[in-house]
């Protein structure tokens, strides 16, 4: 019975810590990449940037409510003809670096905490160390989302809270 007061009270604080994720797209028919001449077709990317925003920002951000208004979007590298039969793949240069804008907004309840407009770009980010695997194709993104957020976002939140 004791361990059984202890889960539930675990889980209660777990369901108040969650913190509740939105991310949108403003017109990704626009957007700088992830389309080609046919027009938008790789929605998967924009899944994947959303299901990792949701996830860093929970684990980051505890407890809070973030929004994210995605306005541009430019991975890492370019797409190219490659090889002899002119495969198309996306090749990684230094002067191809990703790139993104957003509006954002943190909330504590109905307290707004920090808003505001970011605008990201890695240029160094063939360089250095990368926690995310070479199979994944956003891991350059991810790493520069990861940085602005410790950065940027945690600091300021945890010094807004003293």
């Avoid at 797209?25 to 077709?41: L, T």
């Avoid at 990368?130 to 940085?147: A, I, S, Y």
Wanted: aromatic share 8%; glycine share 6%; with cysteine.
């Amino acid at each position: 019975m004791k361990y059984r007061c202890i889960a539930l009270g675990l889980l209660a604080l777990s369901a108040t810590a969650q913190a509740d994720v939105k991310v949108s797209f403003v017109n990704p028919e626009k957007f700088s990449d992830i389309r080609d001449n046919n027009g938008f077709r790789r929605l998967e990317v924009l899944k994947d940037l959303e299901a990792f925003l949701v996830a860093e920002a929970g684990k980051q951000l505890p407890g809070r409510d973030v929004t994210f208004e995605i306005t541009d979007v430019d991975l890492a590298g370019e797409v190219e003809p490659v090889g002899r039969h002119a495969q198309w793949l996306r090749v990684m240069r230094s002067h191809t670096s990703p790139a993104m804008s957003f509006r954002y907004e943190v909330r504590e309840g109905n307290r707004l905490q920090q808003q505001g407009e970011a605008r990201l770009r890695d240029l160094d980010y063939l360089s250095g160390f990368n926690v995310h695997p070479d199979g994944d194709p956003l891991r350059f993104e991810k790493r520069m989302l990861e940085r602005w957020m410790s950065r940027e976002l945690a600091p300021q939140l945890a010094a807004s809270a003293r």
